[in-house]
Structure formats: structure tokens, C-alpha cells
């Protein structure tokens, strides 16, 4: 079984700061992780995934996570926000090559204050 | 032409009457899902296919049932609506190698 907790339903930063969006996952095998966004109105589009190779991956946007083993963490980060960062963002695990179904966490509403 | 695409985008429905949900894809792709989002809840998996004669259901699959026509296709039936089937609702595909490609969604309203 697998399971995803997004930590913070809604995040609020100021432009030009620091974004941090937490995952914390739990998993039977080795996980493959994923962070996908969705704008207002629009589906879902995958920002980066990790699957076992390096644990620092960058995704499109300037986004960025790393792949804590020991903290079961897979962090979002981007290190100034833009306004057009506003979005809601989803964590989610499969179980590798395995079923390969995924796994959302609930999603973090981020604001981007002017 | 979308990779994934769904209809209708929209749909209201009166409780009780039966509504499918269209899912058509050009990826080529086997494995073809149908989840469904709820706000502050994250999408959950409806029901899953893997190929034509392999369907499964998800975490939540009751009220719900679907049909693999083909490979390309993959619909979304409700038997019965009722107020609280009443989400966004997301078609999807994979490989191991491409990931998943989404649907743009169908916003489906119960009343």
C-alpha cells in the first residue's frame, strides 16, 4: 500500500520568495514520485518525477525536489515565485514499474502575493 | 487534437438518470485509468484497465462502472446519479516509459 500526505492545503508567499511545498510518502516498495500542477480550469500537467535515479530532480518552471529516503520526504521547491506560479500542486507515488497506478496526496492551493 | 480527450467537458445531470463519460486517446497507449476529484481531497482512482480484457477497480469504484471498447477507448458510466458523484473527473494513460498523460476533465454536476 502507498499513501502521500501533503503538508498545508493552502501556502501563501510572497513574489520573488522562496516556495516550499511538502510530501511526505509511504510505501511498501521503492516509490517512483511525482509533483503535478494544475491551473484554474485545467487539467493536470507533471512538473518532475523522480524514479530511482538522482535524488535532485528538476522539473520544468524552475521547480525542483529531492528524494529524502530516510525522511520518506519528497519536498517541492523553487527558489523565487512568480505570479503565474499560482496554482494547486499534487504529490503522488506508484509503486515503481509495478502497477504503475498513482497515489495523490490531497494538494496544496499556493498564493502568490504581489 | 489532445492526446487524451474527454467528453462531454461539461455535464449536468438530473439524480437517478444514467450518464456516461467518454475517454478516447491517441497515445497508443495500454494501460488507461478514470479518477475523480473532490476539493481538499486530491483525484482518487475510479477504476483502472491495463488492457481491452483487463479492468479493475480502484479505490473507489462503487456506483461506478466502465467499459474498454478498444484500446483507444474507455468510458465512465454512472447507473444511477446521485448528488455526491457530483466532481471533476479525469481520464488518463501510461507507460512505464512516458508516464501519464491526463485528460483535460469532466466537470460533472448531479442535481
Known amino acids: 500500500a502507498q499513501s502521500v500526505t501533503q503538508l498545508g492545503s493552502h501556502v501563501s508567499v510572497s513574489e520573488g520568495a522562496l516556495v516550499l511545498l511538502r510530501c511526505n510518502y509511504s510505501?511498501?516498495?521503492?516509490?517512483?514520485l511525482f509533483w503535478y500542477v494544475q491551473y484554474p480550469n485545467q487539467g493536470l500537467q507533471l512538473l518532475l518525477k523522480y524514479t530511482s535515479a538522482a535524488t535532485l530532480v528538476k522539473g520544468i518552471n524552475g521547480f525542483e525536489a529531492e528524494f529524502k529516503k530516510s525522511e520518506t520526504s519528497f519536498h517541492l521547491t523553487k527558489p523565487s515565485a512568480h505570479m503565474s506560479d499560482a496554482a494547486e500542486y499534487f504529490c503522488?507515488?506508484?509503486?515503481?514499474?509495478?502497477?504503475?497506478?498513482?497515489?495523490f496526496g490531497k494538494g496544496t492551493k499556493l498564493s502568490v502575493i504581489p | 487534437d489532445a492526446d487524451v480527450t474527454q467528453t462531454p467537458r461539461n455535464r449536468i445531470t438530473k439524480t437517478g438518470k444514467r450518464i456516461m463519460l467518454e475517454c478516447s486517446q491517441t497515445?497508443?497507449?495500454?494501460?488507461m485509468y478514470w479518477y475523480r476529484q473532490d476539493p481538499g481531497l486530491g483525484l482518487r482512482l475510479i477504476y483502472y484497465?491495463?488492457?481491452?480484457?483487463?479492468?479493475n477497480k480502484g479505490e473507489i469504484s462503487d456506483g461506478y462502472s466502465v467499459s474498454r471498447q478498444a484500446q483507444a477507448k474507455f468510458s465512465l458510466s454512472l447507473e444511477s446519479a446521485i448528488p455526491n458523484q457530483t466532481a471533476l473527473y479525469f481520464c488518463?494513460?501510461?507507460?512505464?516509459?512516458?508516464?501519464?498523460?491526463f485528460g483535460s476533465g469532466t466537470r460533472l454536476t448531479v442535481v
Open positions: 488518463a494513460t501510461s507507460t512505464y516509459r512516458e508516464g501519464y498523460t
Open positions: 503522488a507515488v506508484s509503486d515503481g514499474a509495478g502497477s504503475y497506478q498513482l497515489t
Open positions: 497515445k497508443g497507449h495500454d494501460r
Open positions: 484497465s491495463f488492457d481491452v480484457k483487463d479492468i
Open positions: 510505501s511498501s516498495v521503492p516509490p517512483y
